[in-house]
Each structure stands twice: as structure tokens, then as C-alpha cells.
């Protein structure tokens, strides 16, 4: 009977996982297909294969350096983003794990509340600061902000991971004669690098994805990103569902292609600071 109901269990999951996998996977697959056809064969066969196909979609958006230049744009954000999150994170992280003074869990719970901080409400101020430093359509427009916005998740993680670095190890070295800020850097973030590879992979796809802050600050076409860069094709090519199709699924692959190298290390650094922390 156990037997019986352990196979049950496991085809539930198999069943579920499979459900879960065709909500996810649907729409990519339609959006690819898609891609293929024209817009009469999208509205006379929606759901079958392209007949006949049609790669010039795809082709098109990739010989436009409009594309391209977006890309870059997406890239450069998102890489400067990326670093200066982990790079600042991961201090301020290390003083929160292994330094105790007064006031320090009080600090640690300020940086948490900015988790349940609504982006959209500080739109407005952040323009009006923006524009007050002579940051608007420059990119540190929006690197900076989102690396504010990463940082809590940011520590949250490290500081899970750090915490469990044992004392032994640091005592360790400081008797070899390692300075708190030689332990950091030649020993501690070696050994985290699952917990910084998940927070790069956060930060980084968020960047990518991340359309209203862009919005706001960038009124040159010049510094616009991905997204930006999306909703304008769709605007100038509305009548072609066909394409624009396209051009979603190839402003898709590189964060996808981030994603699916990292995904090992987001997961194992996930549950290094939900079960370490």
C-alpha cells in the first residue's frame, strides 16, 4: 500500500510538473512559431505549424542596428547594475554577518522594509531627483536607481551566507595574519560565489526586464533598452503581429540564455540562504 500510494504521489508531481511546464512553455512556443508566419496565417492557423515558413522576420530585426544598439543599451545597464549591487551588497552584507554593534539588527530591518517599498511610488521623486542631478537620459539614470532597489534582496541573501561561514575559519586567518578586509576579499567571497551568483542572476534579469524606470528617464531614442525598444516595433508595427512575434522572442534570448547557465548556481544559492541563513 505504501508502495502504491509513494507511485501515486510521483505521478501527481509528474503530472503537475508537466501542467506547470505546458503554462510556461505555451505561449514561447506560440510567440516562436509565430514568428514564422505572416499575419494571415496567424489569424487562419494561430496554433499550427508555419506553411510555409518564414525566416525574414527574424532576419529583418537582426540586420536592424536599432536592435542591436538596444541590446547594448540592455547589456551595459544591466552588467553595471549587476556589479555595483553585488559589489556594494556584498560589503555591506559582511558587516551585517560578522561584525556585532549597537544598532545593527534596527539598520538590517530598515534595508528589509525597502523589499515591501512599491517601485511605482517613488517614481515621482526619483524623477524630480533625476533631473535635479542632470541625470535624465544618461544611463546612471538608471543604474543607480536599480541598484538601490536590488540592494535588500542583495543583502538579505548574503547575509544568510555569510553568517554561516564558520568563526573557526576566520579566526584562522586572522592568526596567519589576514586584515577583516583580507578575510573578505581572499577567502569570503571565493566561498560564496552560489550566493553571488544568484544575486547576479536577480539583479541582472530584473535590469533586462525593467521598462518604467527606463520610460521615465530616457526620452532619447539613442539610450532607449529592450523594452522600450519593444513597445516602440509594436507601436510602428502594429498591423504585423507576425513580426513583432519576432522581434519579442529575440529580445527574450539573451536573458534566457543568462538564465538557463546560471540557473545551477541560482538555485543552489536560493537554498543556501533559505536553509543556512
Given at each position: 500500500m505504501t508502495a502504491r500510494r509513494s507511485a501515486?504521489?510521483?505521478?501527481?508531481?509528474?503530472v503537475l510538473a508537466l501542467a506547470l511546464a505546458a503554462v510556461v512553455l505555451g505561449p514561447l512556443v506560440f510567440a516562436l512559431l509565430g514568428g514564422f508566419k505572416d499575419t494571415a496565417q496567424l489569424s487562419g492557423n494561430?496554433?499550427?505549424l508555419p506553411s510555409p515558413w518564414r525566416p525574414e522576420n527574424y532576419t529583418e530585426v537582426l540586420a536592424s542596428g536599432d536592435f542591436w544598439r538596444q541590446i547594448f543599451n540592455s547589456l551595459l545597464i544591466g552588467v553595471s547594475t549587476t556589479v555595483l549591487?553585488?559589489?556594494t551588497g556584498a560589503m555591506a552584507a559582511f558587516v551585517f554577518a560578522r561584525f556585532a554593534f549597537k544598532g545593527r539588527e534596527v539598520l538590517f530591518t530598515f534595508?528589509?522594509?525597502?523589499?515591501m517599498f512599491p517601485f511605482a511610488v517613488a517614481i515621482l521623486p526619483l524623477f524630480v531627483l533625476l533631473r535635479s542631478l542632470g541625470l535624465l537620459d544618461n544611463p546612471l539614470g538608471v543604474i543607480l536607481p536599480q541598484a538601490a532597489f536590488g540592494l535588500p534582496i542583495t543583502i538579505i541573501i548574503l547575509r544568510g551566507f555569510f553568517r554561516q561561514i564558520p568563526r573557526e575559519v576566520e579566526e584562522a586567518a586572522i592568526l596567519d595574519g589576514c586584515t577583516p578586509l583580507g578575510f573578505f576579499?581572499?577567502?569570503?567571497?571565493p566561498m560564496a560565489r552560489p550566493a553571488l551568483a544568484t544575486v547576479s542572476v536577480l539583479a541582472i534579469v530584473a535590469s533586462w526586464?525593467?521598462?518604467f524606470l527606463p520610460l521615465v528617464v530616457f526620452t532619447d531614442p539613442q539610450l532607449w533598452t529592450i523594452p522600450l525598444g519593444v513597445q516602440q516595433f509594436q507601436g510602428q508595427y502594429a498591423s504585423d503581429t507576425a513580426r513583432i512575434l519576432a522581434y519579442l522572442v529575440l529580445a527574450m534570448v539573451?536573458?534566457?540564455a543568462f538564465y538557463a547557465v546560471a540557473e545551477r548556481h541560482l538555485a543552489s544559492g536560493l537554498t543556501a540562504g533559505a536553509t543556512k541563513g
Amino acid at each position: 500500500m505504501t508502495a502504491r500510494r509513494s507511485a501515486l504521489r510521483g505521478a501527481s508531481l509528474h503530472v503537475l510538473a508537466l501542467a506547470l511546464a505546458a503554462v510556461v512553455l505555451g505561449p514561447l512556443v506560440f510567440a516562436l512559431l509565430g514568428g514564422f508566419k505572416d499575419t494571415a496565417q496567424l489569424s487562419g492557423n494561430p496554433f499550427g505549424l508555419p506553411s510555409p515558413w518564414r525566416p525574414e522576420n527574424y532576419t529583418e530585426v537582426l540586420a536592424s542596428g536599432d536592435f542591436w544598439r538596444q541590446i547594448f543599451n540592455s547589456l551595459l545597464i544591466g552588467v553595471s547594475t549587476t556589479v555595483l549591487i553585488a559589489a556594494t551588497g556584498a560589503m555591506a552584507a559582511f558587516v551585517f554577518a560578522r561584525f556585532a554593534f549597537k544598532g545593527r539588527e534596527v539598520l538590517f530591518t530598515f534595508f528589509t522594509i525597502g523589499l515591501m517599498f512599491p517601485f511605482a511610488v517613488a517614481i515621482l521623486p526619483l524623477f524630480v531627483l533625476l533631473r535635479s542631478l542632470g541625470l535624465l537620459d544618461n544611463p546612471l539614470g538608471v543604474i543607480l536607481p536599480q541598484a538601490a532597489f536590488g540592494l535588500p534582496i542583495t543583502i538579505i541573501i548574503l547575509r544568510g551566507f555569510f553568517r554561516q561561514i564558520p568563526r573557526e575559519v576566520e579566526e584562522a586567518a586572522i592568526l596567519d595574519g589576514c586584515t577583516p578586509l583580507g578575510f573578505f576579499w581572499r577567502i569570503l567571497l571565493p566561498m560564496a560565489r552560489p550566493a553571488l551568483a544568484t544575486v547576479s542572476v536577480l539583479a541582472i534579469v530584473a535590469s533586462w526586464n525593467n521598462f518604467f524606470l527606463p520610460l521615465v528617464v530616457f526620452t532619447d531614442p539613442q539610450l532607449w533598452t529592450i523594452p522600450l525598444g519593444v513597445q516602440q516595433f509594436q507601436g510602428q508595427y502594429a498591423s504585423d503581429t507576425a513580426r513583432i512575434l519576432a522581434y519579442l522572442v529575440l529580445a527574450m534570448v539573451p536573458a534566457l540564455a543568462f538564465y538557463a547557465v546560471a540557473e545551477r548556481h541560482l538555485a543552489s544559492g536560493l537554498t543556501a540562504g533559505a536553509t543556512k541563513g
